[in-house]
């Protein structure tokens, strides 16, 4: 089970030693969002086969970043990391801010996934030439403000930011709250109280800061940070009262900072209408995309009701009230079920009441998580068969089990085989999986008689049934 560890700053050069040749180039990907918007999206980190798997908290669920390989990575094993976990947390994996060129990889492993593509959320990116020498009639607009901006301040320059310059740095924010705020934003503040405390890391190895001085007073800032062949603009500040001041900063940001690189990433614009259209005006040349990807099962799909199955001795159909009774003899019988591999009481997490097991079954099916049949003779319930554990890639767990007063006549494989043919030829999925404790000859037996053997381990023997 992945455990993780909320991201800080001491993590940043661990993490780097994945953002720094990551060729996603979305800013999600990089040591300065992480470390900024802690207070938002509360990032926690870890790494499994050889990857860097990130795991945000947004709208009360956990989504996760697509994982970022090292140079051993193996995304695929990682990704099946992420969706054990989040079997194990009763959720479907969501596997958000997914780059362009990874999409076709999840579009494939999940059939019937949900895939959004946020306008609000795309990063604008641009060719750094572009930002570097504003050439050509489309850029007419920035080259004339520049030259503005060069003849009115001919002594302004740009300059590398480092821990020597933290008093100019907060006399640039006392200036630039006075000339923004001129009324109450608080989204903005906010933003800047976050943007504050990111400069007082310029300096180090990760990032990059640049500022515009005139004379001794900065008038305009960034901090940087490159990853793969894109250069990250975290953040990018002025003061307004110099006209022009801007385009020119954003020259010599390319410039100073750019070197080697492809790209430059100014980030998403947060759905705020000016910021759109200053982020439109410098010519991006795309708009990268950031595909959420929300697996979903096949019961989430296709199933409304449990339905009824019928086999030649046996019905399959949804357990009703009537049933409790029955069904918890035969949950509560500790003698057969320390074979069933799970312990029904434990898992309660609380009193058992007379219908709890029921509940946590009809429960289950609501969320569309697990099918719990019950097994009926003549009427009688003498069993279940339970499909769980859907992976979201087209497989599913079958475990079944009959109660004592009705063992060894073959109920168990012929209702493990009615419900393992429902699964794969009505509910469409692709690979039913069961597996079986070592000691348990029964079910060994009975597996084996229709299903292939794939592996086995200290405890369990493995086994599957493909379409």
């Known amino acids: 089970m992945l455990q993780f560890k909320p991201v800080t700053q001491q993590d940043a050069p661990r993490l780097r030693r994945y953002y720094q040749g990551c060729d996603y180039g979305l800013c999600e990907y990089s040591v300065g969002t992480k470390l900024m918007w802690r207070p938002v999206l509360h990032p926690a980190w870890t790494e499994v086969a050889g990857c860097l798997v990130v795991r945000n908290r947004s709208d009360g669920r956990y989504v996760f970043d697509y994982p970022v390989p090292g140079p051993e990575g193996d995304e695929d094993a990682a990704l099946t990391a992420i969706e054990d976990y989040c079997l194990a947390q009763g959720q479907e994996p969501v596997i958000s801010v997914v780059p362009a ?37 489309r850029y007419s607009g920035q080259r004339n403000h520049i030259k503005k901006f060069r003849t009115q301040w001919p002594e302004a320059e740009f300059r590398i930011l480092g821990a020597k310059d933290a008093p100019a740095v907060e006399r640039f924010w006392a200036d630039y709250e006075a000339e923004f705020f001129k009324g109450d934003n608080a989204k903005a503040r906010a933003e800047l109280k976050l943007a504050r405390q990111m400069l007082k890391l310029a300096g180090k190895p990760w990032f990059r800061a640049g500022g515009m ?23 990018e500040k002025a003061l307004y009262s110099y006209t022009g001041v801007y385009p020119a900063m954003v020259q010599e940001e ?38 959420c990807f929300e697996a979903r099962n096949e019961l ?5 009701a449990i339905p009824e199955l019928k086999t030649e001795r046996l019905t399959l159909s949804a357990l009703k009230e009537g049933d409790i009774p029955a069904y918890n003899a035969l949950v509560l019988d500790g003698d057969r079920n320390r074979w069933w591999g799970y312990d029904d009481v434990g898992g309660l997490g609380g009193p ?17 998580q697990a099918v719990n049949f019950a097994v009926r003779l003549d009427g009688t319930l003498i ?25 060894g006549h073959g109920y168990g494989t ?15 999925l692709t690979r039913v999986v069961a597996k079986c404790f070592k000691e348990n000859q029964a079910s060994f037996r009975m597996l084996s008689s229709c299903m292939r053997k794939t592996g086995e381990d200290e405890t369990f023997f493995y ?5």
């Open 254 to 291: 390319a410039a100073a900072f750019g070197e080697g690189c492809r790209w430059i990433n100014r980030e998403d614009d947060a759905a705020d209408r000016g910021l759109r259209t200053s982020k439109l005006q410098y010519g991006p040349a795309k708009l990268a995309p950031k595909y």
């Open 213 to 235: 001085f005139d004379g001794d007073r900065l008038i305009a800032l960034c901090l940087t940070e490159k990853c793969g062949d894109t250069l990250i603009i975290h953040i």
């Open 300 to 304: 989430q799909r296709h199933v409304d």
């Open 414 to 428: 012929e209702a493990f085989a009615a419900a393992a043919e429902w699964a794969l030829y009505k509910l469409h």
């Open 101 to 137: 060129c990874r999409a076709p990889r999840l579009l494939e492993r999940y059939p019937y996934a949900c895939v959004s593509d946020i306008r609000t959320w795309r990063d604008y990116v641009y060719y750094r030439e572009d930002l570097q020498l504003f050439a050509g009639r």
């Open 383 to 407: 069993g279940e068969a339970v499909l769980y554990r859907f992976d979201c890639r087209g497989g599913a767990e079958l475990g079944c089990r009959i109660c004592r007063d009705q063992a």
């Open 352 to 368: 058992v009441e007379a219908d709890s097991f029921f509940q946590v079954a009809r429960r289950d099916f609501e969320n569309r």
């Open 463 to 467: 086994f599957e049934k493909l379409v």
